[in-house]
């Protein structure tokens, strides 16, 4: 669970405006889980910074006719360097105090999917992860091999382990440690899109969990758990307890019953998080073939915003 101590109440700006499907939608997350409303205003302020331009990147992106693919590894990216999310740069700690970067990527139009864990030196995991997709025979490379699949990327940025450090993670880390805390500090970014051809795509990226033994794998890089895509339905991306997300196959189980339950995106997301999963699990995004957008979590908070070409805008952490 993200252990955040927070203070104040979210903001979100209206939604929808023009009637119709929106010719593109999209959403994305920073996380879900324990999040204080304790939370001093200028901390509060610089998450909503955050949220808020990496959603704008994605609208504009989106407006200029960008694919979905292309617009999810972009959002992605920038949260992954901000040091406020627990992904690249603000990866969570394992407990030999190092990071293991887990990423999955999916393409709605073809159900190509790539995804990357325990990478230790790649600055954009979801950048790895695209590549395993489209320059790989494969969809899933771990630790050692994910890096050696790394090596043979020319364009991909390498950096230090070190490079993930920060004081936040560390003292975390720290607590984690000396207290036995059960409650461990976690957070993934996610982003979800619709474009204007009517394709789908999603992007997730993690740091895993604070003090995560050695070789743990959380949902995030298990697609059809952490992140899925279809065309025929929706794209989702999820944040949470990892084991019990990859346990009910969140992502892919929300896409089926659409699939085959003829739910509406609302419904089948509500199914899932608030009957499948348990309280305080933690939370989905999602946006459907039409351009509905859900954004449903069972945890106190989840940092997300959303966007689409009718106008709408939205950012929140509470409810
Ligand atoms: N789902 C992530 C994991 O289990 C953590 C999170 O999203 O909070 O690794």
New binding site residues.
């Given amino acids: ?2 252990l955040v101590l927070f203070a104040a109440s979210c903001a979100a700006t209206p939604g929808p405006t023009g009637g119709g499907a929106p010719p593109w939608a999209m959403a994305i997350h920073g ?3 324990v999040i204080s409303k304790d939370l001093p205003a200028e901390v509060r302020e610089g998450y909503f910074a955050s949220l808020t331009a990496a959603r704008d990147l994605g609208a504009r992106m989106l407006g200029e006719g960008a694919s979905a693919l292309d617009v999810v590894e972009a959002v992605v990216r920038e949260l992954e360097d901000d040091p406020r999310f ?1 992904a690249g740069r603000g990866a969570v700690y394992t407990a030999e105090a190092t990071h293991e970067l ?1 990423a999955s990527i999916m393409d709605g139009r073809t159900l190509a999917c790539g995804a990357v864990t325990g990478a230790r030196t790649v600055r954009h995991p979801i950048s790895l992860a695209r590549r395993v997709m489209e320059r790989s025979r494969h969809v899933f490379f771990s630790g050692d091999g994910a890096e050696a699949f790394a090596d043979t990327q020319a364009d991909l940025e390498r950096v230090e382990n070190t490079f993930f450090d920060t004081d936040h993670r560390r003292e975390a880390l720290e607590r984690v440690l000396a207290e036995r805390q059960e409650v461990r500090e ?3 970014v996610g982003c979800v899109a619709l474009d204007q051809a009517g394709h789908l795509a999603a992007a ?1 990226s ?4 604070t003090a ?1 033994e050695f070789g ?5 890089p298990v697609v059809g758990a ?1 992140c899925y895509a279809n065309d025929a339905t929706c794209a989702v991306s ?6 019990e ?1 990859i346990r009910h196959c969140v992502a892919y189980a929300i896409s089926a019953r659409m699939e085959h339950g003829g739910q509406s995106l609302a419904e089948a997301a509500h199914a899932v998080v608030h009957e499948t999963l348990a309280p305080d699990d ?1 939370g989905i995004i999602a946006v459907s073939h039409t351009g509905e957008i859900a954004m449903v979590f069972n945890s106190k908070g989840m940092f997300r915003a959303a966007a689409d070409g009718n106008g709408r805008r939205e950012l929140a952490i509470w409810e």
């Fill in positions: 669970m993200l996380g879900a889980g627990n887990d976690r957070g993934t997730t993690t740091g895993g969990m995560k743990r794998i959380g949902d995030s952490g999820c944040t949470g307890s990892g084991e997300f933690g």
